[in-house]
């Protein structure tokens, strides 16, 4: 069975960091492209960033650019999203998901992934 259980969110004020965690069990780490997504509330889900199934490639949202930075431990299954210069905007439930796809990282549709977490809350407070 497939888990993605994400942690890290909280209450952060602008201009403020957290780093999410996604811990994975039961798939094979190195055949899948990682990805966060998130959520807004009234909104649709949103890409944020995505990492290569080898870790040497990424791709970022325009809005995260410069201030977000996807990672992974291959040897602890795991991927990451260090996220700093914190806006109220990122305000939102952010999802770790992952499509099998052993290609560089891209824009990938958010609806088009084939394993999800629970997702975590983040709060920027102006």
């Known amino acids: 069975q497939v888990q993605l259980v994400e942690s890290g969110g909280g209450v952060v004020q602008a201009r403020g960091s957290l780093r999410l965690s996604c811990a994975t069990s039961?798939?094979?780490?190195?055949?899948?492209?990682m990805g966060w997504v998130r959520q807004a509330p009234g909104k649709e889900r949103e890409f944020v960033a995505t990492?290569?199934?080898?870790?040497?490639?990424?791709y970022y949202a325009n809005s995260v650019k410069g201030r977000f930075t996807i990672s992974k431990d291959n040897a602890k299954n795991t991927v990451f999203l260090q996220m700093n210069n914190l806006k109220p905007e990122d305000t939102a439930d952010y999802y770790c998901?992952?499509?099998?796809?052993?290609?560089?990282?891209?824009?990938?549709?958010?609806?088009?992934?084939?394993?999800w977490g629970k997702g975590t809350l983040v709060t920027v407070s102006s």
């Open positions: 998901a992952a499509k099998k796809l052993r290609i560089a990282a891209a824009y990938l549709d958010p609806h088009a992934m084939d394993y």
């Open positions: 039961g798939l094979t780490f190195s055949s899948y492209t």
């Open positions: 990492i290569s199934w080898s870790g040497v490639s990424t």
